[in-house]
């Protein structure tokens, strides 16, 4: 069986298609097509002249915009050249060596449309779905080559975020993770890896998590609408753009954290589900990791002076705390 090309050589196919031409596949589309690096040939495929019209709008709109914020590095009327609009399946997967599906999020439809593209596109084409929460197993469990299927889903809007998630399923081939990772970075984009097609995968897990907890607040009366989105926007936020929560754990402190969390996590309405990270993060405190104070912890931090990371990291929240005060 052939597998997709080495992520060594030049990742990108020479011509690939979006499925699909709403809200994400614009957007889409706009990514493959974009930058010094874009694919040449980029085929948009809806069901019907009205929706391919909406799309060109819609693509019009993200360039211009794209452009006016400096973050087009290609002149706007190159990114238009690669993208061709059509009705017709077999005609938008002619000769493609990559296929994102970005239809509406309805297993027995997207099962219908990947059935259809194992039979029109021959391995070692990569088939993506963008889907945000369906497993891999609902929509290519009756294909043949099922070890090309990867989930690649980007978040909205498509074209504004620098990452997504790569998510493969259990006969995804590591060749195929390998190469459409390749292939995103390629094009200027952050992929975020999920080992396992897990529920929500990564992204929605973790946001998920968050809202579930702002909800019950509200719901209980323990704190307003208002205050809860302000403890995020400008509490939580501008802290993870600086660091995430597992780096910010390690500036922080594991030891501290650790007493902090076997308190409060089992307070977070998640059952026998606190057991395992609690667990988790205490091994590692057990086996001396304290984070940037000593060097390792959730990370390693190699030769690091915490007051000068400390200091580093203050720095860019005060930036962006001041920016958040500038504009209102």
Known sequence: MKTPPSPSSNPLPERAAVIGAGLMGAGIAVVLAGGVNGIENVSV???????????????????????????????????HSRL??????????????????SVTEDAATKRDLF????????PPAILASNTSALPIAEFAGGMTHRDRVIIAHFLQPAHALPVLEVVRGAETSDATDAAMCAIW???GRRPLRMRRDEPGFLINRL???????????????????????????????????????????????????????????????????ARVPIEFLKAIVAAGGLGLENGRGFYDWPDADPAAVRRKLDNELLALVKSQHDAG
Do not use: C
Request: aromatic share 4%; charged share 25%.
């Open 84 to 101: 061709r609009f059509t009705t017709s399946l077999p005609d938008a997967v002619s000769g493609v060596g990559l296929v994102v599906e």
């Open 45 to 79: 495929m809806s069901r019907s002249e009205q929706s391919i019209s909406r799309a060109r709008a819609r693509i019009d709109g993200y360039v211009a915009d794209l452009a006016r914020h400096g973050l087009l590095s290609v002149e706007p009327a190159i990114v």
């Open 115 to 122: 059935t259809q593209l194992d039979d029109l596109v021959p």
């Open 207 to 273: 946001q998920h998590a968050l809202v579930r907890e702002a909800v019950r607040l509200l719901a209980d009366g323990l704190a307003t609408a208002e205050d809860i989105d302000a403890a995020v926007t400008h509490g939580l936020a501008p802290r993870f753009v600086t660091a995430g929560p597992i780096r910010q754990r390690d500036v922080n402190g594991l030891a501290m954290h650790v007493k902090v969390a076997s308190r409060l996590w089992p307070e977070l309405d998640m059952g026998d589900g």
């Open 185 to 187: 970075t390629a094009l």
